[in-house]
């Protein structure tokens, strides 16, 4: 709808009906054709000048309609009168109205010279007329209708669209914010999880290696403080396997920091090689069932890297906290197009503090992050890397299952 459509429904909404419109114009037409009837019937001078004093009364409002804003409004609606709906512009104009007056003029003088043929017949047209511009306010109040219809349609869909825009932004800043305070939890956790680690590396260095250099070092003292040469070499004897067992440790201390070398081991070699480690350090047999046909070329360097450390940590966690004797990691192709990692152990079991759709369980974390879950967290937050799905499926006394899925491509 133009600018000028929409102010023309406006103005004509607005305008007073009661004082000036085309069915009082009809109206006062009607009065003068009927009163015109009666004069003729009756023959009386008086009759006649009262019907001059109507005609002229009804020029009279002709002239005003003529020069008023409404009529000017009427030429800006879009309306027809053959098809009865909106469409090509057919408005009233001035000069109809002009014409109207004309005929007016013309039946007055028609009546002043008693040519009552004459103004019979011109009144008839001017009824005709006036009917005509009846008929197009009709359709016009109908325009207006429509119009006023489809203004409230509008504003309707145009506070529902406002409504969805809001609804839909409040969401997105919602799961923002969630997500912006999910991340403050895993760097959180994560801080806790490398100092934890640092923790139990300088642990383990002072409670083993350090302890036996100490060792190590005071029998080496006695060795170059004695004289007898079977002092030395029962003294010698007892070192050479001591050092041997130092350099175990260390060994296995060192393999545990560095990370694989992926461009030479391939993942499944590399956790196969981890269960083998982890059975002989533990004493808890754990195998590794990977598929053989499994194809891993979609996962980068670091991604592989991630996918060992996730089950690292969960056989550490074995270790820790399930006294189990048994564990199986196990690797195989999902549906569409996803592969499965799955740890299980036959252990003690725990309550997760993951629900069914691997999110944290409101509440889990009140004034700190729990030792025992900062692990768990440390697995979330590297299966988020990998845009990954992580579950803990888990009772306490019915063992524990760490499931990891990774999309094969990023449209999964």
């Known amino acids: 709808?133009?600018?000028?459509v929409f102010a023309s429904v406006i103005l004509l909404s607005c305008t007073d009906y009661d004082d000036l419109n085309i069915q009082s114009l009809v109206n006062q037409w009607a009065d003068i054709t009927a009163f015109s009837a009666n004069a003729a019937n009756a023959a009386n001078v008086a009759y006649g000048a009262d019907l001059i004093l109507y005609i002229d009364a009804f020029s009279l409002s002709l002239k005003q309609f003529e020069e008023s804003d409404l009529l000017r409004t009427y030429g800006t609606i879009p309306f027809s009168l053959n098809e009865r709906s909106f469409g090509p512009f057919i408005p009233i104009t001035i000069q109809e109205v002009t014409v109207i007056s004309d005929l007016v003029s013309v039946f007055r003088s028609s009546i002043v010279s008693g040519d009552t043929e004459r103004a019979q017949g011109v009144s008839a047209e001017i009824s005709n007329l006036l009917i005509g511009l009846l008929i197009i306010d009709?359709?016009?109040?109908?325009?207006?209708?429509?119009?006023?219809?489809q203004l409230f349609i509008t504003l309707i869909i145009f506070i529902l669209i406002i409504a969805l825009l809001i609804l839909f932004l409040n969401r997105s800043l919602s799961r923002s914010l969630k997500r912006e305070a999910q991340g403050t939890i895993f760097s959180h956790a994560y801080m806790l999880a490398q100092d934890e680690e640092r923790a139990r590396i300088s642990r383990e260095l002072h409670d083993t290696i350090i302890q036996?250099?100490?060792?190590?070092?005071?029998?080496?003292?006695?060795?170059?403080?004695?004289?007898?040469?079977s002092e030395r070499e029962i003294?010698?004897?007892?070192?050479?396997?001591?050092?041997?067992?130092l350099i175990r440790k260390t060994r296995d201390l060192c393999n545990e920091l560095i990370p694989p070398d992926f461009r030479f081991n391939v993942l499944p070699d590399s956790l196969r090689q981890l269960c083998l480690d982890f059975?002989?350090?533990?004493?808890?047999?754990?195998?590794?069932e990977i598929d053989s046909e499994l194809k891993l070329d979609f996962l980068s360097m670091e991604k592989r890297l991630q996918v060992f450390r996730i089950v690292?940590?969960?056989?550490?966690?074995?270790?820790?906290?399930?006294?189990?004797?048994?564990?199986?990691?196990t690797m195989r192709a999902g549906q569409n197009g996803?592969?499965?990692?799955?740890?299980?152990?036959?252990?003690?079991?725990?309550?997760?503090?993951?629900?069914?759709n691997g999110q944290i369980i409101s509440g889990i974390f009140k004034s700190h992050i729990e030792k025992s879950h900062i692990g768990i967290i440390s697995m979330k937050e590297r299966a988020a890397i990998l845009c990954g799905n992580f579950k803990i499926i888990t009772e306490p006394g019915e063992g524990t299952l760490v499931c990891l899925e990774i999309p094969s491509s990023p449209a999964t």
């Open 235 to 245: 003294l010698s004897g007892k070192t050479v396997p001591m050092m041997a067992d």
């Open 279 to 288: 059975s002989e350090k533990t004493g808890i047999e754990c195998r590794a």
């Open 338 to 356: 996803v592969v499965f990692i799955g740890i299980n152990d036959d252990g003690k079991g725990f309550k997760s503090p993951l629900d069914d």
């Open 1 to 4: 709808m133009s600018l000028i």
């Open 312 to 329: 690292q940590e969960a056989l550490s966690n074995i270790e820790k906290h399930a006294r189990a004797k048994e564990a199986i990691v």
């Open 212 to 229: 036996d250099m100490r060792y190590l070092l005071l029998e080496t003292e006695k060795i170059g403080s004695t004289d007898e040469k």
């Open 138 to 149: 009709g359709e016009a109040q109908r325009y207006i209708s429509s119009s006023y219809l």
